[in-house]
């Protein structure tokens, strides 16, 4: 059974930061692209990251590149998405998920986390 498990949201001042990391299990994990996505009341869930399988390459929306940074251990099995910077709009449930293609569209994702409240205060 695969499992994503996010963790490390939470209640933030702007300008301020967070990281969060991405659990996964039941899955051969080095062989996704892995990626971050987030969903704010009202709004359709919108790409924000995601990793090649080795991590040497990292894919951002242009509404977070400079200020979040991905990254992977796949000795862990988890993937890490650092913010800096943080703005009131980056306020979102935040997803991880797994792809077997590079994708910034959520039908490409077949696994997803529960999601991890980030709220940034203004």
């Known amino acids: 059974q695969v499992q994503l498990v996010e963790s490390g949201g939470g209640l933030v001042q702007a300008g301020g930061s967070l990281k969060l990391s991405c659990a996964a299990s039941?899955?051969?994990?080095?062989?996704?692209?892995m990626g971050w996505f987030r969903q704010a009341p009202g709004k359709e869930r919108e790409f924000v990251a995601a990793?090649?399988?080795?991590?040497?390459?990292?894919y951002y929306a242009d509404s977070v590149k400079g200020r979040f940074t991905v990254s992977r251990d796949n000795t862990k099995n988890t993937m890490y998405l650092q913010m800096n910077s943080l703005k009131p709009e980056d306020t979102a449930v935040y997803y991880c998920a797994s792809s077997l293609v590079l994708s910034t569209a959520p039908r490409a994702y077949g696994n997803w986390g529960q999601g991890t409240q980030v709220t940034v205060s203004s």
């Open positions: 039941g899955l051969s994990f080095g062989v996704y692209w």
């Open positions: 990793i090649i399988q080795s991590g040497g390459r990292p």
